[in-house]
C-alpha cells in the first residue's frame, strides 16, 4: 500500500491491537504485524488506514503504535469544583471526531456539563448532555464511551452521565470560529 496522504505516518502493530471501525463503529482486532498509515493522532487516540478502511485506535494501545500512551491526569490536593471544571472541560477537549481533526467542544456538539458533589473524600460526580453531528452516525456510542472514559481519568470524579440528545438539532454555526477555520467552513 502506497502513502495515504503526505502527512501519513506509516506504522507496523507490535502486538495484536483493539480498534474500532469507522464510521460504522464495529469493534475489531488487528493483528500484530498489520501495517498501514497513521492519519490522525489527536486527543490520545489515534486514526488509522489499514487496507484503505479507516480504524480508530485508543491511546491506552499506543504502544502498539510504537507511541507512548497519555500522561496520566493529575489534579492539585484539595483542589476545588472550579480547578476540576476547567479539567473536564480539558478532557472534552482531547475527545474528537475520528473523521474530522477537530474536538467536540470547538465542533459544538456539547451542549451542556454540570459538576456535582458526588460523595465523601471530594467525590464528584459529572454529567455531559451532547450530540453529533449526524443523528445516525455509527461512531455515536463510540464517541460517548471516549467522553465518560477521559471524565473518569481525573481524580475525584467518581461518577460521569453522558446523555446524547439530538434536540437541538447540530448545525454548522454551532462550530467556533477555530473549527469553521480547520475545516474550511469559515
Not at 24 to 51: R, W
Not at 121 to 129: N, Q, T
Not at 131 to 154: F, H, N, W, Y
Given at each position: 500500500?502506497?502513502?495515504?496522504?503526505?502527512?501519513?505516518?506509516?506504522?507496523?502493530?507490535?502486538?495484536e491491537?483493539?480498534?474500532?471501525?469507522?464510521?460504522?463503529?464495529?469493534?475489531?482486532?488487528?493483528?500484530?504485524?498489520?501495517?498501514?498509515?497513521i492519519?490522525?493522532?489527536?486527543?490520545?487516540?489515534?486514526?488509522?488506514?489499514?487496507?484503505?478502511?479507516?480504524?480508530?485506535?485508543?491511546?491506552?494501545?499506543?504502544?502498539?503504535?510504537?507511541?507512548?500512551?497519555?500522561?496520566?491526569?493529575?489534579?492539585p490536593a484539595?483542589?476545588?469544583?472550579?480547578?476540576?471544571?476547567k479539567?473536564?472541560?480539558?478532557?472534552?477537549?482531547?475527545?474528537?471526531?475520528?473523521?474530522?481533526?477537530?474536538?467536540?467542544?470547538?465542533?459544538?456538539?456539547?451542549?451542556?456539563?454540570?459538576?456535582?458533589?458526588?460523595?465523601e473524600?471530594?467525590?464528584?460526580?459529572?454529567?455531559?448532555?451532547?450530540?453529533l453531528?449526524?443523528?445516525?452516525c455509527?461512531?455515536?456510542?463510540?464517541?460517548?464511551?471516549?467522553?465518560?472514559?477521559?471524565?473518569?481519568?481525573?481524580?475525584?470524579?467518581?461518577?460521569t452521565?453522558?446523555?446524547?440528545?439530538?434536540?437541538?438539532?447540530?448545525?454548522?454555526?454551532?462550530?467556533?470560529?477555530?473549527?469553521r477555520?480547520?475545516t474550511?467552513?469559515l
Amino acid at each position: 500500500m502506497s502513502g495515504y496522504s503526505p502527512s501519513s505516518e506509516p506504522f507496523t502493530l507490535t502486538r495484536e491491537c483493539a480498534a474500532v471501525h469507522v464510521p460504522h463503529g464495529a469493534a475489531v482486532t488487528l493483528p500484530a504485524g498489520q501495517t498501514g498509515y497513521i492519519t490522525q493522532a489527536l486527543g490520545a487516540s489515534f486514526t488509522v488506514v489499514v487496507d484503505y478502511n479507516l480504524f480508530r485506535i485508543a491511546g491506552k494501545d499506543a504502544d502498539a503504535l510504537g507511541k507512548s500512551p497519555p500522561v496520566p491526569i493529575e489534579l492539585p490536593a484539595g483542589a476545588g469544583d472550579a480547578e476540576v471544571e476547567k479539567l473536564v472541560w480539558e478532557q472534552l477537549r482531547t475527545c474528537y471526531d475520528p473523521e474530522i481533526p477537530v474536538n467536540i467542544v470547538d465542533l459544538g456538539l456539547v451542549y451542556e456539563v454540570r459538576l456535582e458533589p458526588g460523595g465523601e473524600g471530594g467525590e464528584r460526580a459529572v454529567s455531559v448532555r451532547m450530540t453529533l453531528t449526524a443523528p445516525g452516525c455509527g461512531m455515536g456510542e463510540i464517541l460517548v464511551d471516549d467522553v465518560r472514559s477521559k471524565l473518569e481519568q481525573i481524580p475525584t470524579v467518581a461518577r460521569t452521565d453522558v446523555e446524547l440528545v439530538f434536540d437541538p438539532p447540530w448545525n454548522q454555526s454551532m462550530m467556533s470560529d477555530a473549527a469553521r477555520l480547520e475545516t474550511g467552513m469559515l
